[in-house]
């Protein structure tokens, strides 16, 4: 039986290695004409994220919108289909779920091996480390 | 971006299940990319077994590990796909972290659990070691 990577999820940062990621997942995409879903995802700290007014803060939304551009752009370029997703809410955790989801249909996650946080950090970033325990689905860490 | 990235791809096996599964999402990429596939089949040195029974225990997994090579082989071609074998002995992670680099592999494609049970609701100890000190991308097969 063959396994078939069609949908492929990409968590993005906006860091360096978050993009290498991409660029990766759009290799692969290419191979198996699959398509990316790029996912953006506003840190908000526990207490906001219930809140209903934690989500208002424009102003980070729109760099996370900028982001999610560029990534289409990077795709278009190529000839992959992105689509975009913004969520609020803790990195790791919201990832996670969202490969997890049956509903999004994800294949494999792409991440990079290291993002925004703990830069001075040799190993694996937390968040990275965190997808790669908690996903059900194959994950790609690309170094 | 280059043309091909992962040219050569490197399956450590243990006898798993999940082994198993990576061994075919291996396949599968091989095909896709037209890469070369690299079996490794580590034999456990560093744990401190009974010194008496050491050489016959060795002898056993030596035997294990070449059957689980040569059972991999057959599921690599069937597909047609040729595959270079490799049996070493020592510390599992250092071998194949060793083997990646002097094989110049562009990706190693673990199962997320082995053969312990201890950590069977999280990831493997094995694959988490490779995750976070490989210098090559790794793909976790669940």
Redesign the interface.
Known sequence: MAIKTKKILVPLDGSKNSLRGLDMAIHLARQSQGTITALAVKTVPGIYAIHPLGFLDFNSMKEIKKLLADAKLRAAKKGIQLTGKAIAGDPGYDIARFANNSKNRIDMVVVGARGRSSAKEIFLGSVSNYVLHKSKKPVLVVK | ?TAN?FKKILVPLDGSTYSEKAL??AC?LVE??DSKLLLLYVVEKSIPINLLDRKEYLEILRKFGNKTLQKANVVASQKNISSKLLLKEGNIVNEIEKVAKKEKCDLIIVGSKGLGSVTRL??GSIS?KI????????????
């Open positions: 971006m990235n075919k999402r599968e896709a990319f999280l990831l988490n995750s976070q000190s490989s210098s090559c991308s790794v793909l976790i097969v669940k």
